[in-house]
């Protein structure tokens, strides 16, 4: 599964929030950068959050094909 997550690189990180490119990656929608967001706003827009969700509905879908 993949997930997408638009945004904008910036070249002067901001933030102690997260690791890797977190303090330099401004998300879509957003004036701040992943390193600078709420634990739970970062969780909300993730691209890993967003892989998870399709993951559960391709699994629930082959769980619903076997019933």
Same mark, same amino acid.
């Given at each position: 599964?993949? #997930?997408?997550?638009?945004?904008?690189?910036?070249? !002067?990180?901001?933030?102690?929030?997260?690791? #890797?490119?977190?303090?330099?990656?401004?998300? $879509?929608?957003?004036? @701040?950068? @992943? #390193?600078? @967001?709420? +634990?739970?706003?970062?969780?909300?827009? +993730?691209?890993? +959050?967003? $892989? &998870?969700? &399709? $993951?559960?509905? @391709?699994?629930? !879908?082959?769980?619903? !094909?076997? +019933?």
């Amino acid at each position: 599964m993949h #997930g997408w997550m638009h945004g904008d690189v910036i070249t !002067q990180p901001r933030g102690e929030n997260g690791f #890797g490119y977190d303090p330099i990656f401004t998300p $879509a929608g957003h004036t @701040l950068t @992943l #390193g600078e @967001l709420d +634990s739970e706003v970062k969780v909300g827009i +993730s691209h890993r +959050s967003k $892989a &998870l969700h &399709l $993951a559960k509905i @391709l699994i629930d !879908q082959i769980k619903t !094909q076997r +019933s």
